[in-house]
Structures are given as structure tokens and as C-alpha cells.
């Protein structure tokens, strides 16, 4: 089960960058584990960061438009938790979300070719980065109105138990977004009414500049949700195989007793809010602790499986140079794809289509001649 | 006066204002630590420190709200929303309350407060986040609605919004931070709300528009000044109340008119502009009056869809030129 201990170290007020939690040892035993499994975990890490990483170059270079949230940091969370969700249950995302989008399955081509605003993109090139969507996958959106997801999420979890399913719904969303009223509202409702579903508050001790300790009166997150007696954990989301069990245990007692849980995974923001923000405003401490290898997912996980000999130098580089082809491939994707056409911006206003329509271009008067 | 960008000149005004009163504070999201999302705060947390710079939680309709109930025991608030498409969900408090306190509590106690927020499409932020609707408040009596296009105009009206004792939602433009204009350097001058400008004075054809598009108007008008096309532009600058008699002098002189609005067209701004230009000028019309808008669709992410559904200093000029064809004056 989940740890749901307080993070060690100091957190005080005003920085919680300052919270040094070190690595539980509770951490599952490598030897327990299939090493197949292991390696696929840190081969799907290490791809969601050099996605990463890569997007942030296309951003600076001006092939992706419009705000541009990175995931790295994260990669423990988001694959920890993806690795529990059978493909029938459903995921909803704030705007931090192509890691997810590909961890749930979407091509890191679809993925890329969506930031690049092409057709071949997961949403047609119609929604960016901050609105990664695929019904087959069944990842039902990245939003970017803070605290969007939730309610949706809410009912999607809603029309499982409405159908008499077994599916569960996992909620992602970041610190900051507890403290918007759709939080409360939504977190009543699944526990009123039994709904299935996981709410994830990733913190990484930020929204944009401010602290959780700014902004949430009760900064232990996990327990927020003991107003609507919905059962909360925490993990340290720096450790994937501790973030997957702590996911898989909620995850099945959602299914097997159509309840709602609360789960918060910690570890850093390595950069920025998004692509563009230099974050001026961390401390020298905190920018520090956000870039120490220590707390980097990535190189734990790496380390960890170097010493147990999961991991050989050999096989290391020919996952990291598979890796790397994987994240050109899709790059290249992206950039050959084509842009949507002009003459589609009248597609997607209704799904039903209806009398008078409004199909005017800007240009054009309201009747033509 | 002095060049300036227009967001230098709202935080140059924030900063003169709460030095002049003690009541004006500043609350909203990331504007202490994080100086601001689009740094119009820069530096004021650091000179005024906490209690009048207030970094909330992520919760726009409990700090509007907030706001408000600090506004009923006399302060004046200065609330930052991060974007207009963000203020939807304090939209009740705005619409519900802060519009409704004064006049039904039968005028014991008004609203001094401001609510500043950035609209503007344009930036590939997708559905969400490109809206303007600041026709959703330019609809309320009880609420004031400005729309400066220009950094003189962001400061005097700022200046004017803080002072006056309604709510005022003091509507910016993304795409117009970075412009520059002249801007006098002491406090003066003060705007005052609900008058429409004559920017730019013509006699072929008026052109209206707000914010951005009126920047646009401006240049539209300078080029078809050289091909002969004298256009007479009017900046609406505050949207409620609407400066009806100056949109009706301008079309009694030109004859035609053509509205820009940077948001859709059906029930938009431009319909109300429209309504009132056959109300007050009917007899004077040579033309229908013509409506240049955004498509009417959930603006799209990709840059060439995006691109094709706003409007622009093209669609502007077609638009002109069309219409005074329709007058019987054969341009381009
Ligand atoms: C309703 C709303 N208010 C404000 C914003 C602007 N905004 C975007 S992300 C963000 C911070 C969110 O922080 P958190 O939930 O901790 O997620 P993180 O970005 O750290 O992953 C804010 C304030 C928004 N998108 N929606």
C-alpha cells in the first residue's frame, strides 16, 4: 500500500522546494520484479523524457505554437501510473499531459504531429499541446482550464457505473489545482455517489510560482480529501515501481468497491512552469533541488537498475539510441505531415448538422450578393 | 510625455495609484512572486510588499469574490484575472454580485473595485484559451466595460477605473503588451468612461473598432489613405456604456460603416454597433453597414486554420472597400 507518510525534511512555509525528501527504502525489491518488465519501464521513462526534451527544441525553434507544459521530472508518475490502467479504463489530464498521451498509447508520431498543429495529429492539429485526445486509447483530454478535467472525469466515472461497467477513471491534475472550486465539487459527487474513479494530484510543489504552502491551507494534499471521506495516499513520485503500486492498489478497490480514491505522487519540476518561463522566481536552493540528479526519476530508476544488473552499459545505450530514433522518427513525422487546410474550419463546430450554420469567413458579409 | 509600452503604462499607473491611496491592492493569481503571468505586476510585490500585492490560490471565483466583499467595506481592489477566458468561472460573482449589490441593496453600498484581464486570439492557445466575450460583460447594467486600444488610453482609463466607485472590467489585449505610444508621465490625464474617440478624422467611410481591432482600424485607415480613401476611424474605448452619439455624428458625415470586433459576430458588439447606426442614421446610410468578425467556430490550435479565422488588416480592408463600392465609389 501506499506510503502515506509526510515527506521527510523540512518543509517550511513559503518553500516547499525546501521539503529534501529523500528516497523511501520501502521502494519495491528488484529481485521480486520481472527484469522484462523493469526494462520496459525504464525504456517508456526514458522515451517520455527524450520526448521531452525534444519538444522543448521544436518549441525554441518555433515548429509548436502556443503554451507548452513539459513532463520532465514527472516520468516516474507518468508511467508508474499508466502501467496500472488496463486499456478499457479511461484517463483525464490537465495541460501536462504528452507524456501521458503516449503512455496510454498514442504514438509519439500522433503525439508530436498534434504540437506541430498537423492533420496527423491525435487531435487533427485542432487542439496543441495542452489538449492531447483519443478515444481509442481512451484518454478523454488534456484540458487547460485548471480543474476542467475534474468534473468531466467525474462523470465519466459516472456513465461507467451508469452502464453497469468495470471500468475506472484516473484523474490527473497538478498541486495548484486543488484549491479551484470544481476540486470540491467534483470530489463530493464521486464520494455521494460511488464513483469509481482515482483522483492523482501531481505535486511538484508548484503552480507556476507558487508554493503549495501559499496556496493550500492544508498542504498535506493526500488529505484533502478527507472532507468528502474519500481515502487518500501519498507516494514519492520520483520512484516508478512505488508510484505503480500505490496506483494498482487504488486502482483495483476503485473497481472492486466502486469507491473514489485520492492519490498524491510528489517529485520536482525540472524546468519552468512551461517552455517559455525562465522560473526567476525559485530560490537558489530550490532550482537546485529541482535539477539534483537525486531526485531526477530518470537516474534513479537508471542507477538503481545498473546495480542490480538489470541493466548493462549494452543494453542501456541500445535502449537510449532506440529511443532516440523513436523521438527523430517522430519529429520528422510531425514536420512531413500536412497542415490542416483552410477549407476545414467549418468541421467541428457541431456534430449534428444543423439549418444556418454560420460558415462565414471574416472577410465575407453576413449576406452575400 | 514618454514612450512607453502599454504594459509599461498600466504597471507605471498600479504603481501611482496605490502610492496616491492606501485602499488600492492588488489580488490575483501569480502576480507577487511570479510577477505577473504577463509582467504587469513586475517589481510590486518587491515595493509594496504582501499585504497590497496578494498572490491567491488558483480559486477565481472565491478572489473575485474576495475582492468584491473587501470593495463593500470601502477598498479598492485591483484584480488581476489572468486571462478573460479565466474569469468565466468567477463570471457569478462578477455577473451576480459585484453588478447587482448596488442597485439591490437600493444604492447603500457600492462596488469601487476593478477587475483588469487580457482577451486576444492570435497567440495558438487553442479553444479555450483565445476568447474574448467581453460581450458577456458588456451585456450587465452595473458593470463598466472598457476596451483601451493604446498605452495613453490603458493608462488614463486604468487611472479612471481604480477612481470610479462601480465595478469596471478593464479589458486588455494580449497582442497589445508590447505596443508603444506617448504617455504623459504625471498623473493626469484621468479617461472618462463611457466616451468614444474620433482617432482618426475622415469623410469617406467610418470605421469602428476596440482594442486591438482598433489599433488594426488605424492602420487600415493610414493605407487606404494612399490610394485617396479617406476613412474615419472611431476607437469605441468603452464598451458600456456605448458612446452612441459619437458612432452616429461620424456615419450622419461619411454615409457607410464597417465594425471590426475581434470576437464572433452573431449577438456580438458589432450587432449592438450595427443597431444603433440604423436607429441614429438611417437616413444618412449608402450602404448596409457592414460587419467584419471572427468565424464562428472553437478557435483551432494550427496556425493556418487559426490565422483564417480571425479577423485581420485584410479582412478590414476588403471589407471597406467593398462597401463603399456598394456606396458607388469604385476603389481597388
Ligand atoms: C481556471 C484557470 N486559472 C488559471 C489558469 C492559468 N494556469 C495555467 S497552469 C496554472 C498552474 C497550475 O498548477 P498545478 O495545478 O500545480 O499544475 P502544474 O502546472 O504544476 O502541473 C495556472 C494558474 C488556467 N489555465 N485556468
Known sequence: MADTAKPKGGGTAKSS???????????????????????????????????????????????????????????????GL?????????????????????????????????????????????????HMFDTETRLLGGYGIVGGQLPLATGAALAVTYRGGDEVVMCQMGDGTTNIGAWHESLNIASLWNLPIVYVVVNNFTGMGTTVEMASAEPDLYKRGSAFRIEGHRVDGRDVLAVRDAASGLVERARSEQRPFLLEAYSYRMKGHSVVDPAKYRTKEQAEEARDKANDPVAIFEERLLNAGVLTEDTKKEISD?????????????????????????????????????KRMPSEPVFAE | MSVITYRQALRDTLRAEMLRDEDVFLIGEEIGVFEGSYKITEGLLKEFGERRVRDTPIAEEGFVGTAIGAAMLGLRPVVEVMTINFSLLAIDQIVNHAAKVYGMFGGQTSVPMVIRTPGGGGQQLGATHSQNIELFYSFIPGLKVLAPSGPADAAAMLRAAIRDNDPVLLLENLGLYNSKGEVPEDDEPVAEIGRAAVSREGSDITLIGYSRMASVATQVAQSLAEEDISVEVIDLRSLRPLDRETIVESVCKTGSAVIAEDDWLTYGIGAEIAATIQEGAFDFLDAPVRRVAMAEVPLPYAKPLESAALPSAESVTTAVKETLNAVGRRVG
Open chain 1, 17 to 79: 522546494g525546501g521539503r529534501r525528501q529523500n528516497r523511501k527504502n520501502d521502494s519495491p525489491d528488484l529481485a521480486d520484479e520481472s527484469p522484462k518488465d523493469l526494462l520496459d519501464h525504464y525504456r517508456r521513462m526514458l522515451l517520455v523524457r527524450r520526448f521531452e526534451e525534444r519538444t522543448g527544441q521544436a518549441y525554441t525553434q518555433a515548429r509548436i505554437g502556443g503554451y507548452c507544459h513539459l513532463n520532465l521530472g514527472e516520468e516516474a508518475t507518468v508511467i
Open chain 1, 82 to 130: 499508466t502501467s496500472v490502467l488496463d486499456e478499457r479504463d479511461y484517463l483525464f489530464t490537465n495541460y501536462r499531459e504528452h507524456g501521458y498521451a503516449i503512455a496510454k498509447g498514442m504514438s509519439p508520431r500522433g503525439v508530436m504531429a498534434e504540437l506541430y498543429g498537423r492533420t496527423t495529429g491525435v487531435s487533427r492539429g485542432w487542439g496543441g499541446s495542452m
Open chain 1, 322 to 358: 532506440a529511443v532516440r530514433e523513436e523521438v527523430a522518427d517522430a519529429a520528422d513525422f510531425a514536420e512531413n505531415s500536412p497542415h490542416p487546410d483552410v477549407s476545414t474550419l467549418f468541421d467541428y463546430t457541431y456534430a449534428t448538422p444543423v439549418a444556418n450554420e454560420s
